[in-house]
């Protein structure tokens, strides 16, 4: 596990399983809202995110964190150069629950969040099927899917 693209629904909880895996793997996170969403919730170009995932992937190791929905146009470029990819799917409720001790979000967030399972994971799962067939693929259903995740994967660091 050296290059791992986390993806999910919004509130799942896609930063913290970032953060924890940072910790206990030492690789690098990189949180993709922070770089996509310019001031004032602007997206950002589509050729620049696109270049800018080139860039991020050239990188020998790295947890890439963020799934954008329909403005991700480099998902494949992360997707084709990961070797583990973990999807978060949990209920609605849970994520939006979670989002709204977070903070506002706009109309089209709630939209994704509620269409997820619907619209957005076949597209996400696809996805992964076409780009990244060579990845180590990881569906984690609940908190409790992550916490064994995680504990698994640090005993076997240790």
């Not at 993806?7 to 930063?15: F, N, P, T, W």
């Not at 990189?30 to 995932?53: H, K, N």
């Not at 799917?89 to 629950?97: G, I, T």
């Amino acid at each position: 596990m050296r290059r791992v693209v986390i993806l999910g629904r919004g509130g799942a909880g896609k930063s913290v399983l970032a953060e924890r895996l940072g910790e206990a793997t030492g690789l690098p996170v990189v949180e993709l809202d922070a770089l996509f969403w310019q001031s004032g919730l602007v997206a950002m170009d589509a050729t620049r995110w696109s270049e800018c995932q080139r860039r991020l992937v050239r990188r020998d190791a790295w947890i890439l964190d963020g799934d954008l929905g329909l403005y991700d146009s480099g998902l494949r470029i992360r997707l084709r150069a990961a070797d583990t990819v973990i999807v978060l799917d949990f209920a609605f409720l849970r994520c939006a629950w979670r989002t709204i001790r977070r903070g506002r979000e706009r109309g089209d967030y709630w939209r994704w969040v509620w269409a997820y399972r619907r619209r957005s994971l076949p597209a996400v799962m696809q996805a992964i099927n076409a780009a990244a067939p060579h990845a180590e693929v990881y569906m984690l259903r609940s908190p409790r899917m992550v916490r064994r995740f995680i504990a698994q994967l640090r005993r076997t660091a240790a």
